[in-house]
């Protein structure tokens, strides 16, 4: 805990957070002395039911490392793809935020940092107990996710497990009077940080100092230099910024949502239905008859769980639910208009000539508003449909709290894809011999449909028997569990094998007299994946917990309400191994590939490859983990938790490639080799307070993570430095820049190392020669920066109320992370834009205070590669919301027969506290990250 | 109770074993080994994988052809891969031209066809139906010898770059010694030879219309006579020629020219015809024959044309000065009557065939060179010399409806095999010796005449150095764009002053009557380092084959 205080305190901008948090203590600590009530209370504490794999606990008998947010959290969010209410909010769960693009807009998660540097990162993502997404859900219909973390949570999952787990819990009808709630949101959005390029005057003025660097005659004369600069001819001398030329300041996103929940004896419900409209940021969408050309996501979600009594042992319940969701969006990739926005020079051309008509030239016809709104529009509708039906049954007439029961599941998933696209011509305004003459490139052409469809389905089988009982102090309960597991993709294709699972699982949970908790997890199962003898791996976990707080020598003890402490060990699997097509590694084939073409026709003959080499013994990746954890509530106002986790994952799937010659002809295979050591601590303190009417709570939870790459095929590399064993996984290598040679003399004199990517001159960069060779090669290259995930991440969750009237944020942030910049600097001969930074570069005059080396038209080996130069820290701290609310008074409620009405103001995604500042941290390329203003109500009937 | 539970648990688990046909799904796509290698049809597709990997060589590098880093171009996109020669940006770790591991790749595919051949028997069709049975077999011994000649091919792709390389004739599995050290350049020779000789025994001399484009036996001996021409080069004797493997080449190349061969090829009548929409020419030896296409075309139209304009090949100012005076001489001479205010007329046909110099007709229009003309200077990836590309072109190509053609690639050609001999012929016995029925200057002669170009006078082949000025100009006029450069300067020993000389374009300015003024400039000033001889051989594979020793200067 000192280590976290330390590590806080120390980095500024953190500081004054956690001053806020220290003095929200103090203030509050007086009341709490004098005996007010908590928020909440230590009555029932750890009574609270927590899903775990293939069932539930209370709170209080969870062996295993287990976060869990609720619903009357989550439902603080104006989100449109579940992930992204995530943030900062779950011990262990990095959430990392991707493009803002409508309906693409699902972040990546990783729980516990990189373990493999092959394999699949991602956790198993299970809902309602089945391998489903949850991106696409809604707010509304989630009860709980929890994210399973070490051994005994995961082990149950067998092969998929050891990534971690998110499960995902919808929402269930309890008995109670039917209630009616209903719930509206509207919101703008807006990009968070687009990068800043340097207008025309300047792109050509350095143009052609690079072009004079570079040792070739400057390509613009002093006449056209002035004439960027005065604007004063924008057809043949435009500056163009084409982020305002192609966006919108800012686009709306709605929603609104109605669920009906209920049950009496017999029938229990939960009916939602919820529509979600979120439009893309593009301009002059509306130019077509007839169609948009914006990305847009149109979504609809039902869902209707119901649970029925049918007699007094049987029990069947039914889920359904469905989504539609339509995405539009411009007839171009919408990554390929970014990646033009990127490679266009400012003063190629203007957006438009005053005549309407696009900029253009033969070599350049993408014009990226073209690309918006004249190239037809894409259409996803997706029709997806998922179900369960379950039947249990007790078997107390075996013996008491023995039940039986099975699951069937069904989701299936379509999609059709439907094109119009059309081209669009551009012009290239040149002097002719009458004047000004538009030479066309292209040309408009009638919208062409192009179809697609693609039709995946899953299906699950599940039946347990699980037994429950408490005698006396005894409390047991066991399990197990056998499940099987069929997806389908493309259906219509025979090439494509089925992805299968099947396996055994089963749990025993003991306790005795609500402090001791032993428990011993087994999974058993098997995917396509592997051959056919080495197929099923056995996947076993144990752990136990002891609840210190109730035994009798600590209950004297009144500062201490609540102390818990655990340790569970064993093994879980990962069977995404990564490598490409790792469906496959253990056969062997010849397979179609290519063909070459013969005859009098040139008529193409197809071709047969033989395939990679096999590894007849291919396996999974294997994760050891083991946790110790403590968790405490403190003077009945103070909840702590400090975990330690460590895993050994071993199996890591290793290419051959580092280790056989190339004249072997062939890639060499794929072999279980790798070992990664990560181990970590998370840690939570989160505090209820209350002073008179005024009710305070901060939560504050973070994760450190260290992470060794034990052992990989490497190179044989000639430097110690250079073995990439030994540091974190996604440790960036590179060149240790000293500087940049200041001119001839310097690079001629003979104690400098030669530089041997490319001939110097003044003004590039100098390396450390760290071997002493008098070369800089790439044996040079030693570890630099960090690593691309964090080695730190935290989120902070603060609150106040007063009354009905509350105000909550949410930040989260990372530490330890490096970006590399060198995208956006140059080289200048790819005629792309360039980031305002380098505007600081290496002159003769500036060459005191240059941060960036000269500029150069050409693909110079020297500066462009990774070094030191280019890595700027991608630590940030985010606001990821913020929230107004208010809930009316009972009196008002009575009135107005409602049952609860709130309405709120939110933020989400508002700053980032970061040093590089030039770019989201997060979202450099392509459709930009999105900050929201929104409001809302929800109410009940 | 509880032995009920068990039974379920030992029913759920028998379920479970007797389940592993559950996983049993077969991927229609995979074929087994033993299938393959008994199947006629599927044979031939394990052969044709081999063919797959012969280069591509429009557009080998980044959208540029390989020219353009020798003295004969420039390419228009300054961030093209190409350039990294240029700018002497190149090494062991970083490449655009590195073909070794391709090249291995390829040879493998090879040796697979041959080995998992080796135990075909075609047995099923023994007596039931033998006439099936023997044409199988005749075809089977031919498709080794295809990839026997295909072997050495990949060889010479590797010798011309690497020199000596380690020569592996098997399919090495990943538990043999793989480090293994580099075979001399003369092991590399003899192999590349031997595998041409064992298939000019088998090939046949020509193939029916549906199987033309595979190797026949004039492809074995002609990259025979390659192979023995470049062995005989200065670069690899100390700066001499080798008499004894000069004469070994042009004993090949006499196959064609007054041998075996003879009435099997002819040279194409009209150069020009020979490049564009042309596959029946009996001029081709050795050829790939591509399926219709137009990217060649959208990297190489003047940039003024719609669908151009991925950055075109710009030739140089130094071949184009390298093309004589109708009259057969150099523009240096001072009789040769060329006129550098109109430098284009009267000149080599063949420049205007190779080349589109200003005002020159290109489809429908004539080209405008000129700064601020509709394909000159000013434009975004504009030619940087003054020239575009027209060799290879289908001008008739309308980019705009992505309109595609045939377009045949020439590996070998009888043009080539004419100046071999000349070369390898006035090197080992002078310019007039006929002994194998034709001289070194006869040879030249039939190449110009073709052009349309007066014969060598006789100071031309005064002597043997005074002819191989000769030859090696012809040989970079005929062979222009055809791949043959780079290797050229660099057997010859001559690549310092040629890939290392300074580029140069031709800046044209339309004046305001219409006349135009042409001045030569300095486009590029390039990099060539002694060490850039050799390619270096890929660092990676050093580190994985400490065996491998890399070639000098290079780290």
């Not at chain 1, 490497?714 to 996984?729: C, D, F, S």
């Not at chain 1, 200041?742 to 530089?755: C, K, L, M, S, W």
């Not at chain 2, 592993?20 to 991927?27: A, L, Q, R």
């Not at chain 2, 205010?341 to 405008?368: C, H, S, W």
Request: aromatic share 12%; charged share 20%; with cysteine.
């Amino acid at each position: 805990m000192l280590k976290v205080m330390r590590k806080i305190t120390y980095k500024g901008k953190v500081q004054c957070l956690f001053l806020i948090l220290l003095i929200s203590c103090r203030v509050t600590t007086p009341s709490v002395a004098q005996g007010d009530s908590t928020l909440v209370s230590a009555e029932g504490f750890g009574d609270k039911p927590v899903h775990i794999g293939y069932g539930i606990q209370k709170e209080k008998a969870v062996t295993g490392s287990v976060s869990t947010i609720w619903s009357e959290e989550l439902i603080k969010n104006t989100v449109t793809t579940v992930g992204n209410a995530l943030y900062g909010k779950l011990p262990g769960l990095l959430v990392s935020q991707r493009s803002g693009e409508p309906g693409n807009d699902v972040p990546s998660f990783l729980i516990r940092g990189n373990v493999t540097y092959a394999g699949e990162t991602g956790p198993l993502i299970m809902v309602d107990g089945f391998q489903r997404s949850f991106d696409q859900l809604t707010l509304d219909e989630i009860e709980s996710i929890s994210v399973l973390k070490d051994a005994v949570s995961t082990a149950i999952y067998g092969l998929r497990g050891a990534n971690g787990v998110i499960l995902v819990t919808t929402k269930r009808g309890v008995e109670s009077r039917n209630k009616i709630g209903v719930t509206l949101k509207y919101g703008i959005q807006q990009p968070t940080r687009l990068p800043n390029f340097i207008g025309s005057y300047d792109y050509a003025q350095l143009y052609n100092e690079a072009l004079t660097g570079d040792g070739k005659p400057p390509l613009y004369t002093n006449e056209e230099l002035q004439k960027y600069r005065d604007k004063s001819d924008p057809g043949y001398y435009p500056d163009v910024n084409w982020f305002d030329a192609i966006l919108e300041k800012s686009s709306p996103v709605w929603e609104a949502g109605m669920n009906f929940s209920g049950g009496n004896k017999i029938v229990r419900h939960f009916v939602m239905v919820n529509f979600m409209k979120n439009e893309g940021l593009f301009k002059n969408t509306r130019w077509n008859d007839g169609y948009s050309t914006n990305s847009t996501f149109e979504r609809l979600n039902f869902r209707s769980n119901v649970d029925i009594k049918v007699n007094s042992r049987l029990t069947a319940s039914l889920d359904i639910s469905g989504r539609l969701e339509d995405r539009n969006a411009p007839g171009t990739a919408v990554p390929t208009i970014f990646n033009n926005i990127y490679a266009y020079a400012p003063n190629f051309f203007p957006v438009q000539y005053s005549n309407g008509t696009f900029g253009g030239n033969s070599a350049y016809q993408g014009n990226p508003l073209g690309l918006v709104t004249s190239t037809g529009y894409t259409a996803l509708n997706d029709r997806n449909f998922q179900s369960s039906f379950r039947l249990e049954h007790t078997l107390d007439f075996i013996t008491e709290g023995l039940t039986i029961g099975a699951v069937g599941a069904f989701d299936n998933y379509q999609r059709s894809r439907e094109a119009y696209t059309r081209q669009f011509p551009v012009f290239q305004l040149t002097k002719g011999e009458s004047g000004d003459e538009y030479q066309k490139f292209g040309q408009v052409t009638p919208l062409v449909r192009a179809a697609g469809y693609e039709h995946n389905y899953r299906s699950n089988f599940e039946a347990y028997l699980d037994y429950s009982r408490s005698v006396e102090r005894h409390e047991v309960s066991a399990k197990v569990i056998y499940h099987q597991d069929k997806y389908v993709t493309n259906w219509n294709n025979d090439n494509n094998r089925p992805y299968l699972l099947m396996g055994l699982h089963g749990r025993v949970h003991y306790g005795y007299d609500g402090k001791y908790f032993a428990e011993a997890v087994v999974g058993y199962n098997g995917t396509e994946r592997f051959p056919k003898n080495h197929r099923f791996g056995f996947f076993p976990a144990v752990a136990a917990s002891w609840i210190v707080s109730e035994e009798e020598f600590l209950k004297p003890v009144n500062w201490i309400s609540w102390l818990k402490v655990r340790a569970s060990t064993g093994l879980s699997g990962n069977d995404a191994i990564g490598a490409g097509n790792d469906r496959n590694l253990y056969t062997s084939y010849f397979i179609n590939a290519g063909s070459y073409p013969f005859g009098s026709n040139n008529g193409n003959l197809t071709a047969t490859k033989e395939s990679n080499y096999p590894n007849y013994r291919i396996s999974w990746e294997k994760g050891y983990k083991t946790d110790f954890a403590v968790e405490a509530r403190l003077f009945n106002y103070l909840d702590v938790s400090l975990n330690y986790f460590k895993e050994r994952r071993t199996d890591i799937v290793d290419s051959r490639v580092n280790e056989l010659p190339a004249i072997l002809g062939i890639d060499g295979g794929y072999v279980n080799y790798g070992v990664v050591n990560n181990q970590g601590l998370e840690a939570t303190l989160s505090f209820h307070g209350k002073v008179n009417d005024f009710l305070f709570s901060a939560g504050m939870n973070a994760t450190f993570l260290k992470n060794t790459l034990a052992k990989r095929i490497e190179p044989a590399y000639p430097n110690a430095y250079q073995t990439r064993v030994g540091h974190p996984v996604g440790q960036i290598f590179g060149l240790e820049a000293v500087g940049f040679f200041r001119n001839q003399a310097e690079i001629d004199d003979a104690g400098t190392p030669y530089h041997t990517f490319t001939p110097v001159r003044p003004g590039d960069i100098r390396y450390k020669d760290q071997n002493g060779d008098g070369l800089i090669d790439s044996n040079d290259e030693l570890p630099i920066g960090k690593t691309t995930t964090p080695s730190f991440f935290y989120g902070l969750n603060l609150g106040v109320s007063y009354k009905g009237l509350s105000l909550e944020a949410c930040l989260q942030g990372i530490e330890g992370s490096t970006l590399l910049i060198t995208g956006l600097s140059g080289p200048m001969g790819k005629r792309a834009q360039i980031a305002d930074y380098v505007m600081n570069r290496w002159t003769p005059e500036t060459m005191e205070t240059a941060e960036f080396p000269r500029l150069t038209t050409l693909d110079n080996n020297n500066n462009y590669r990774t070094s030191t130069m280019w890595l700027r820290s991608g630590d940030f701290l985010r606001i990821r919301s913020v929230e107004l609310g208010y809930e009316l008074p009972e009196q008002a409620l009575t009135v107005l027969k409602l049952s609860n009405l709130r309405v709120f103001v939110r933020g989400m995604n508002l700053v980032s506290f970061d040093s590089f500042k030039k770019l989201d941290p997060e979202t450099f390329t392509g459709y930009p990250a999105l900050r929201s203003y929104s409001s809302g109500l929800s109410l009940q009937f | 109770m509880k032995p009920k539970i068990s039974i379920v648990i030992i029913a759920a688990t028998l379920t479970l074993s007797a389940c592993n046909d559950y996983f049993e799904y077969e991927n229609q796509a995979f074929l087994k080994e033993k299938l393959v290698f008994s199947d006629y049809n599927y044979i031939k597709q394990v052969l044709t994988n081999a063919y797959t990997q012969l280069p591509v060589s429009f557009n080998r590098i980044d959208n540029a052809v390989l020219e353009s880093a020798a003295d004969d171009a420039e390419h228009a996109w300054d961030y093209s891969r190409v350039q990294l020669f240029n700018s002497g940006n190149w090494d062991a770790y970083n490449n655009p031209d590195d073909v070794w591991t391709r090249q291995y790749l390829a040879i493998r595919r090879a040796n697979v066809f041959l080995n998992g051949t080796d135990t075909t028997s075609f047995s099923e069709f023994r007596y039931v139906d033998d006439i099936t049975y023997n044409r199988y077999h005749a075809e089977l011994k031919q498709f080794r010898a295809e990839a026997t000649f295909l072997i050495g091919f990949f060889y010479f792709e590797l010798f011309k770059r690497y020199g000596g390389v380690p020569i592996v004739d098997s399919v090495l599995a990943i538990d043999e010694d793989l480090n293994l050290p580099r075979n001399s350049v003369s092991e590399v020779v003899q192999f590349i030879t031997a595998q041409c000789d064992s298939a000019i025994n088998v090939l046949p001399v020509a193939y029916d219309a549906n199987n033309s484009g595979r190797a026949t036996l004039g492809a074995a001996y002609a990259l025979k006579c390659r192979t023995l021409l470049y062995a005989a080069s200065p670069l690899y004797n100390n700066g001499q020629y080798d008499k004894v493997l000069c004469d070994q080449s042009a004993k090949a190349a006499g196959e064609f020219l007054t041998g075996s061969l003879k009435s099997n090829y002819a040279l194409e009548p009209n150069y020009g015809a020979l490049f564009t929409r042309n596959w029946t020419s009996r001029e081709m030896i050795f050829e790939r024959r591509e399926a219709n296409s137009n990217y060649f075309e959208k990297a190489n139209f003047p940039i003024g044309f719609d669908g151009s304009g991925v950055g075109a090949t710009s030739p140089s100012q130094n071949l184009v000065d390298a093309y004589e005076m109708a009259n057969g001489k150099a523009i240096t001479d001072p009789e040769s009557g060329y006129n550098a205010a109109d430098p284009y007329t009267n000149r080599d046909p063949r420049l205007e065939q190779t080349i589109i110099v200003n005002n020159a007709m290109f489809g429908k229009r004539p080209i405008e060179l000129w700064t601020g003309g509709l394909d000159g200077k000013g434009k975004e990836m504009a030619s940087k010399t003054g020239y575009y590309l027209r060799k290879y072109q289908d001008d008739e190509l309308d980019l705009l409806q992505n309109r595609t053609s045939r377009h045949t690639w020439y590996y070998f050609r009888l043009g080539e095999i004419y100046l071999n001999y000349a070369e390898a012929m006035n090197e080992a016995y002078g310019p007039m010796d006929s002994r194998y029925g034709l001289s070194a200057v006869a040879a030249v002669n039939v190449i110009r005449a073709r052009a349309g170009m007066p014969e060598l006078q006789p100071e031309d082949y005064a002597s043997a150095e005074a002819l191989r000025v000769k030859i090696r100009n012809e040989r970079r006029i005929e062979l222009a764009f055809e791949e043959h450069r780079n290797w050229d300067v660099r057997r010859w020993n001559i690549a310092e002053a040629t890939l290392g000389a300074d580029l140069k374009g031709m800046d044209v300015v339309k004046n305001t009557d219409g006349s135009f003024k042409y001045t030569p400039y300095v486009v590029e000033k390039r990099v060539f380092a002694p060490k850039m001889y050799y390619y270096p051989i890929p660092n990676s594979e050093i580190l994985k084959q400490p065996k491998l020793t890399q070639n000098p200067g290079w780290f």
